[in-house]
């Protein structure tokens, strides 16, 4: 039931920036929306008023309490926005978890949610991943001392993780390249739209348009074929799509074969992303940040002495969480949210009318003064016990937060903390000098212009000198 959470007293409404009709502060948030939402938010407050967006109204809430309040205290009041409600998106994704709403939604993640945080699925799942970063570590270490693009070859990597995770298939198969060539036009497809304030209808036949279909299509042929042969096999596979089709509802009920394809779709859009966005940004600060990337050696000197991590090894990697915890507060993957509350609300003291767009902005939150200390310094040690003491619940939102929180956030973790274990253990990546590195913020925040490093081994003795000291 939806909490009308109003006091009749209350109407104070809050300020923002000079807006126009229908359009609000779209043309400047869209011309630079970190440096715009960043800029509000320190000006205006906690919750900013962005003007109208076509028949709502626009608010920014950036304050832990708001945010505590919009996806934790009062979440039933609130439901995804207007991008997930688009019909390419909803295309491709169709009723599974990412864009599922009320007692569907509930249904749904009660399902899913052993898998992604059972310690047996998560422990089969290790030996999963650093078989295929194995072979990635093969690749490169034939190609010494040459330059590559860090945040295309982890985009390739984390895709290939989830696919063989998902559906069990060889990561160097004729399918698994051609899933993943289809999803870069499903990624090119909604980054140029993601902004757009007007977008051509799928049943125009543009050629951009005709390119997704193709894609929505190849990706359908072979989860639908895979999901058919599956069902007839006798064979044991320890991956989501057999749990998804062994599955069962409290009333004994299973999915049907379009939920099954439209969880692994759901499932692949968010399983992916996060992990590779993140991981280009964490070799990035390492490469420019010496005594942290000494630091990171030491501990896996001590936890590993250059052998492959195990299940058992993920709890005592505590400085490497450090690192990508911290990656992920300077750069969060998603980097914004937006929903709509159904009911009128109060949030931080402000009146919020029912039927409002309201934008959380992890980016913003993850950045604001009065909550972290030098919020532009890369400090992993700020993720110790001590200095995490006390800090806000919604102060840091990688992986949203509240019951809509992502599930594979113990998922893209783990695969992060093996692939910066292994590869560090054998290699140090450097940023190709006078590269320019910016910021992208038309779907994940990337980097712009890819993220070129050369491989340099490492010696041997770096693998032991700690363990010898």
């Given at each position: 039931m939806v909490k009308q959470s109003i006091s009749?007293?209350?109407r104070k409404t809050p300020s923002g920036p000079r807006s126009y009709p229908i359009i609000g502060c779209f043309p400047q948030m869209a011309s630079n929306p970190l440096q715009f939402l960043t800029n509000a938010a320190r000006e205006y407050g906690d919750v900013v008023h962005l003007g109208p967006i076509g028949p709502q109204q626009l608010y920014l809430v950036t304050h832990p309490d708001g945010v505590k309040h919009?996806?934790?205290?009062?979440f039933h009041n609130y439901v995804k926005g207007d991008n997930f409600k688009d019909k390419d998106f909803t295309l491709l994704v169709g009723n599974g978890l990412i864009n599922s709403e009320g007692d569907a939604w509930r249904r749904?993640?009660?399902?899913l949610q052993?898998?992604?945080?059972?310690?047996?699925?998560?422990a089969a799942m290790v030996s999963l991943m650093t078989n295929v970063i194995e072979e990635l570590l093969e690749q490169w270490r034939s190609i010494e001392n040459t330059q590559i693009d860090v945040a295309a070859e982890m985009l390739e990597l984390s895709q290939k993780i989830v696919i063989?995770?998902?559906l069990s298939l060889d990561p160097n198969s004729s399918e698994t390249a051609q899933i993943i060539q289809a999803w870069h036009t499903v990624l090119g497809f909604h980054t140029d739209r993601i902004w757009a304030f007007f977008k051509v209808p799928l049943?125009?036949?543009?050629?951009?348009?005709v390119r997704f279909l193709q894609a929505v299509e190849t990706i359908n042929t072979i989860v639908y074929r895979l999901i058919r042969e599956r069902r007839q096999s006798s064979n044991d596979y320890d991956d989501l799509l057999s749990w998804l089709i062994n599955a069962r509802h409290e009333s004994g009920e299973g999915l049907s074969d379009e939920l099954v394809r439209d969880e692994i779709v759901a499932l692949f859009v968010a399983g992916f992303d996060t992990s590779a966005t993140s991981l280009g940004w964490v070799w990035y600060m390492l490469s420019q940040h010496p005594n942290v990337e000494s630091k990171l050696q030491e501990e896996l000197a001590t936890v590993l002495g250059g052998r492959t991590p195990t299940y058992e090894d993920i709890p005592n990697l505590k400085y490497t969480k450090m690192v990508i915890q911290e990656t992920m507060r300077l750069y969060p993957a998603v980097w914004i949210l937006s929903m709509t509350n159904v009911a009128d609300d109060e949030i931080c003291g402000y009146h919020i009318p029912a039927g409002s767009m309201i934008v959380l902005s992890p980016f913003v939150t993850h950045h604001l003064?009065?909550?972290?200390?030098?919020?532009?310094?890369?400090?992993?040690?700020r993720w110790s016990p001590e200095r995490s003491a006390g800090r806000p619940w919604a102060s840091y939102l990688p992986f949203g937060g509240g019951p809509r929180q992502c599930l594979g956030d113990v998922f893209v973790t783990t695969e992060m903390q093996l692939i910066i274990a292994m590869v560090s253990q054998h290699l140090r990546l450097k940023l190709v000098p006078g590269h320019p590195v910016e910021m992208d913020t038309r779907l994940a925040l990337r980097s712009r212009h890819g993220l070129p490093m050369t491989l340099e081994p490492r010696k041997s003795r770096e693998l032991t000198l700690q363990n010898v000291e």
């Open positions: 009749p007293n209350v919009i996806l934790l205290d009062n749904q993640r009660r399902l052993p898998a992604f945080h059972s310690r047996q699925q998560i063989k995770a998902l049943s125009v036949p543009t050629p951009k348009n003064p009065s909550i972290w200390e030098n919020p532009d310094k890369f400090d992993p040690e």
